[in-house]
């Protein structure tokens, strides 16, 4: 017996079987992907973190 894994798709919530039937896994079709990819691209997704040390030393070249 196999157990069929299932996830929400994180852009619009429809539940995706995890497998190769579900080529755009995590989501549930290019189109969600597409969405995703534009929220990271237009910076409205970020992972938290340490400041971008190029962030922090850029300020004192410009002295």
């Given at each position: 017996?196999?157990?069929v894994t299932e996830v929400?798709?994180?852009?619009?919530?429809?539940?995706?079987?995890?497998?190769?039937?579900?080529?755009?896994r995590p989501f549930c079709?290019?189109?969600?992907?597409?969405?995703?990819?534009?929220?990271?691209a237009a910076e409205e997704?970020?992972?938290?973190?340490?400041?971008?040390?190029?962030?922090?030393?850029?300020?004192?070249?410009?002295?």
């Amino acid at each position: 017996m196999t157990t069929v894994t299932e996830v929400d798709c994180p852009t619009c919530g429809a539940s995706v079987e995890w497998g190769e039937q579900s080529p755009f896994r995590p989501f549930c079709s290019e189109r969600c992907k597409l969405i995703d990819l534009g929220a990271w691209a237009a910076e409205e997704h970020a992972i938290p973190g340490e400041p971008d040390l190029n962030d922090v030393f850029s300020g004192e070249l410009n002295s």
